[in-house]
């Protein structure tokens, strides 16, 4: 992490498809990043040149119209292309975004004025094998979830760390997470909560039966790998994505990548728990409510 004071100059505007109010918003902050001197391009997620300007290294700034899903989408691009993202919130949660979409103004304010930080998180990288030949990798903001499909039935998930046998969990599924996604799935699963630029990797099991059913942490340095037994139907899962059919036999191996993801924040640097209390106080005055 560390403060920087140059305004960006160029800046990539990617709003969600499915949120008109956010197209509406992009029209808005790209007239006025205009007036500021600032070179803009707007688009979206799905649209191809988000992808090519991203991975030109074209933007100083990725500025994200969305909610958190918005900004794991954002973020296997962004990652590796080296651009830190800054995300206006509008959707429900928000937890990785740094402001309200009706702030945008103060937020855009700071930004031009070099009133920023980065704050840099570990990515994990995870490559799936069937019967013991690659078939594809992907790159992990929050989690990859290997389990069931949608039989409600468990899956053997024979589970080895650094080459060395773990142990069999017998289970709904098995999250591998990041620090980023350990107030995610994770956390709703009963793992613990990681500080955001702790470079650890997260072991923690859905709903295990007769297994181990607490988390593990483990260093940046270990690889996990997960294989599975079964004779029904399994997935596994990249930050929510589309859920991909595996096979008995199957494994997916994972480990730290060599690229990390990069978020603008403008608050002080324990705005993290201050957030997560926050947003763990409005859940439970909901839940008071109900």
Not at 95 to 106: I, K, M, Q, R, S
Not at 255 to 272: C, I, L, P, T, W
Request: with cysteine.
């Amino acid at each position: 992490m560390k403060p920087l004071t140059i305004p960006p100059e160029r800046i990539l505007i990617a709003s969600h498809p499915a949120m008109p109010h956010a197209a509406a918003l992009a029209e808005v902050l790209t007239n006025h990043l205009h007036r500021n001197k600032v070179d803009v391009i707007a688009t979206h997620l799905r649209d191809a040149i988000f992808e090519e300007k991203l991975t030109s290294g074209w933007p100083d700034i990725l500025l994200t119209l969305g909610g958190d899903g918005t900004m794991l989408r954002a973020g296997h691009v962004s990652g590796p292309s080296g651009v830190p993202m800054l995300g206006l919130n509008m959707g429900r949660l928000g937890f990785l975004t740094e402001a309200a979409g009706a702030d945008w103004e103060a937020a855009l304010g700071k930004l031009l004025q070099g009133a920023y930080w980065i704050e840099e998180r570990m990515m994990l990288q995870a490559d799936y094998y069937s019967e013991g030949v690659h078939q594809g990798k992907w790159l992990v903001v929050n989690e990859c979830v290997v389990g069931r499909g949608e039989l409600v039935r468990p899956v053997e998930l024979i589970t080895e760390v650094d080459g060395h046998f773990l142990t069999r969990y017998m289970a709904d599924g098995l999250i591998i997470a990041t620090a980023t996604g350990s107030t995610a799935y994770a956390l709703a699963a009963g793992g613990p909560i990681l500080p955001p630029i702790s470079r650890s990797l997260l072991i923690v099991p859905v709903a295990p039966h007769l297994s181990v059913d607490r988390a593990i942490v483990l260093p940046e340095d270990s690889t996990v790998c997960i294989r599975v037994h079964t004779d029904h139907q399994a997935t596994v899962c990249v930050d929510g994505q589309q859920p991909l059919p595996v096979q008995d036999g199957d494994y997916v191996h994972l480990e730290a990548s060599d690229d990390n993801v990069q978020f603008v924040r403008m608050g002080e640097k324990g705005y993290f728990y201050q957030r997560l209390t926050s947003h763990m106080n409005i859940h439970a005055t909901n839940g008071e409510k109900g």
